[in-house]
């Protein structure tokens, strides 16, 4: 089945440091989706990807959609205290009939030193 | 306007047990999704309904079933509860069959 993997998988950062995580698929994706994960909460979804060679900025974080659609990057830079938490990239994936799932990568832990 | 709404949000039960885990979807979404998330790990797809009819199963057993009532609301069962099935069970909706995925809180679910 599909695959995505996640590096690194912690990240430990003084304040100001930039951070990046890279996210990879077995398999060509549609479309690649970022959450993020606060100590304690709940996914929230931070961007959606669609196009080959897509970039993205959200203020200080910028999201790169590889030319093959395999892969991905989240880098942020000036890392803040409020950016602490677990940033998950997602494929979706469909299994017959119109079924669609995520399928998330384990994620990278930020940790930032203030 | 309200999210995602999941209840309860802590419980606890012993192997054997069965556990029934609710979700309120955010009003005009008509997809719910079911994702395990266990401790270091990321969220892993349990069931998708869409339209109040299973879309979806992901690599879980049997224990596990799942149903949408007709206002989209959904439950997740889990019979003969395992040590292994303690976890954050999370729900999330979404508006159309894609697209990003809005999660509840989630309910955190320890066997003992």
């Known amino acids: 089945g599909q695959q995505v993997m996640q590096i690194p998988q912690y990240q430990h950062v003084q304040e100001g440091e930039d951070f990046t995580t890279y996210c990879n698929s077995s398999?060509?994706?549609?479309?690649i989706q970022w959450y993020k994960q606060r100590p304690g909460g709940h996914p929230v979804f931070l961007i959606q990807?669609?196009?080959?060679?897509e970039v993205k900025k959200q203020k200080r974080l910028t999201f790169q959609f590889g030319e093959a659609k395999k892969n991905s990057s989240l880098h942020i830079t000036a890392t803040q205290t409020t950016d602490v938490g677990t940033y998950f990239c997602?494929?979706?994936?469909?299994?017959?009939?119109?079924?669609?799932?995520?399928?998330f990568g384990k994620g990278t832990l930020l940790t930032v030193n203030p | 306007d309200a999210g995602v709404t999941q209840s309860p949000t802590h419980l606890i039960k012993t192997r054997g047990q069965h556990v029934t885990l609710r979700c309120s979807p955010i009003?005009?979404?008509?997809?719910v999704s079911w994702y395990q998330q266990v401790l270091g790990q990321g969220p892993q797809f349990i069931f998708q309904?869409?339209?109040?009819?299973?879309?979806g199963r992901g690599n879980f057993p049997d224990r596990f079933s799942a149903r949408q009532f007709p206002n989209y609301s959904s439950e997740l069962n889990v019979n003969a509860l395992l040590l292994g099935d303690s976890a954050l069970y999370l729900c999330?909706?979404?508006?159309?069959?894609?697209?990003?995925?809005?999660f509840g809180e989630g309910s955190r679910l320890t066997v003992l």
């Open positions: 309904y869409y339209e109040k009819e299973e879309r």
């Open positions: 997602a494929g979706p994936s469909r299994s017959g009939g119109s079924n669609y799932k995520l399928t």
């Open positions: 009003s005009g979404h008509k997809s």
């Open positions: 999330a909706s979404s508006f159309v069959n894609t697209g990003e995925l809005f």
């Open positions: 398999t060509t994706l549609s479309n």
């Open positions: 990807l669609v196009k080959s060679g």
